[in-house]
């Protein structure tokens, strides 16, 4: 996903994708630790996609104070 595409999401959705992410993420680890991945790829890419959403979702909470 990229960053023009992270900031067009309004921020409760924003925060909505984040826990969605981050729950793919720790399912996907549990996954590949009991069989491995076929792109074991798909792990780092999702790891920079939550920190992508997460950094988004801090400039956010900056920019309103």
């Known amino acids: 996903m990229k960053i023009a595409e992270i900031?067009?999401?309004?921020?409760?959705?924003?925060v909505e994708r984040i826990a969605t992410e981050?729950?793919?993420y720790n399912q996907m680890?549990?996954?590949h630790s009991i069989s491995?991945?076929?792109k074991p790829s798909q792990i780092k890419d999702l790891r920079r996609t939550i920190a992508r959403l997460k950094t988004e979702l801090r400039?956010?909470?900056i920019?309103?104070?």
């Open 29 to 31: 680890v549990l996954n």
């Open 63 to 65: 920019n309103t104070k």
């Open 7 to 14: 900031r067009e999401i309004p921020t409760a959705d924003l």
């Open 59 to 61: 400039q956010r909470e």
């Open 36 to 38: 491995p991945l076929d």
């Open 22 to 24: 981050v729950a793919n």
